[in-house]
């Protein structure tokens, strides 16, 4: 508590005020155990605003602050390693501290002030409040301005955040990628372009206080190993967090993540209340699990999460069987391996070579009868984004699910086309580029949608586009 109080001074957070018209917000202090890469652990506290106290249009405007996708985590590390790039880490301390606050606002006097600071104790009066110079963890418009903070300083560096997403910043003159998740940053240069790093991270140095954590060895829960040949990502301490929470560590592990013909079997009585809550915070560990670094949990995160409003003990029991198949499984990872120095590997590099295999199956949903698709990209051989989702419309014939599910694929293909071309054009001349983009390859299994595909203006194709585009 005193060290964060110290940072709250440091910064001139705040300020002390006898009597004001602002009306002050609650503050609670905020403790919590964090685990580091290495697997020790610290604790860590904050002061925090009580948020939702505050008044739309009195307390704060605008509140919208973008976070970097995971797939883009996915194409930055693949990335990296083509580029013989090392990738840093810094961590922002206290970041929400640092941009000025834009609307008047004043917090009370916070817990345990007779200790922390016994000079302003003494000043205190029963009117006293803080009136806030400076952002505070909890406010609800405290993380848009950190990110209007941080991107004008980046924008001041000579980077330029891309069109494909906002937390990835290009700088072409540095050969320079960054990527930002709230108050982590991540960096890396191209080959001989490490000066740019040095310099970079002197220049953020400067503005804020920044823990320099070397190469990235840890990012949201997920562990990075690099080297020259490959990187890793997994999430193996994570998955064991996940058993000791729900208490299943001491169960054995399953070699399937479900039981054959579970979706079929309906009756089962529903949930209590403070089951659903368990069934819920499940699902959304495995969910957190496979949107990181396992396509392979797609399909069943997206049977569970259909039944997250009103689950039964049926669908309770395919969690935990989904969470047990985690501990069998829990040192599968994602794999980049580097390509050779061929010239074909080189000219991989100028466009590296994306493919996407999609799929459906037909009327798989016992209750409806929708169809479920999906899709995974790879980037190099490894996958970099992956989705099962339930289709929105009843398909009528294996080759309407398929179209469906191509065309969704064609979706996230488009854009992930876009964000590698902003990449292909930071890294490489005009002279090396060439003049267009390779197309991303769709492998389909079904014939009669390739036939269908390669002529777009038969009747068919425009009535399952209408019917797809309706629903």
Known sequence: MRSEYHSLKAHKTFYHVLDDEIRPITCKWVFKLKTNADGSRRY???????????????????????????????????????????????????????PLIEEPTAIIIPEGIEWLDPQLAQELTPSSKLPLNQALYGLKQAPRLWYKDIAGTLTLLGFCPSASDANLYLSQSKKMMVLLYVDLILLFAQGNHMVHVNEVKTALQSRYQITDLGPAKQYLGITINQSPA?????????????????????????????????????????????????????????????????????????????HAANP??????????????????????????????????????????????????????????????AFVFLLGGTAISWKSKKQSLIAL?????????????????????????????????????????????????????????????SMSAQNISRSNATI
């Open 44 to 98: 860590k506290t904050r002061l925090a605003a009580r948020g939702f106290a505050q008044v739309h249009g009195v307390d704060y405007s605008e509140i919208f602050a973008p976070v970097a996708q995971l797939t883009t985590f996915c194409i930055y590390v693949a990335l990296a390693l083509e580029l013989q790039a090392t990738i840093y880490h810094l961590d922002v301390v206290t970041a929400f501290l640092n």
């Open 397 to 457: 014939s294996t080759t309407e699910a398929e179209y469906v599910a191509a065309s969704e694929a064609s979706q996230e293909g488009v854009w992930l086309r876009h964000i590698l071309s902003e990449i292909h054009k930071t890294f490489l001349t005009l002279e090396d580029s060439p003049s267009t983009s390779p197309p991303i390859v769709l492998y389909i299994d079904n014939q009669a949608t390739i036939n269908l595909l390669r002529t777009l203006d």
């Open 230 to 306: 490959k990187t890793t990502l997994s999430q193996s301490r994570f998955v064991l967090t996940q058993f000791e929470r729900f208490g299943l560590h001491d169960r054995n592990g399953q070699l399937t993540q479900r039981e054959p013909g579970s979706r079929t079997k309906t009756e089962s009585p529903p949930l209590p209340p403070h089951e659903i809550k368990t069934y819920q915070a499940i699902v959304g560990g495995i969910m957190y699990i496979m949107l990181a670094t396992r396509p392979d949990l797609a399909y069943s995160i997206s049977i569970l999460s259909q």
């Open 312 to 373: 039964h003990e049926h669908q309770l029991g395919m969690a935990k069987r989904a969470l047990r198949y985690l501990k069998n499984t829990s040192k599968l990872c994602l794999i980049y391996i580097k390509a050779s120095t061929s010239p074909i590997a080189q000219q991989a590099l100028r466009w590296p070579t994306t493919t996407d295999f999609t799929d459906s199956d037909w009327a798989g949903d016992p209750t409806n009868r929708p169809s479920t698709a």
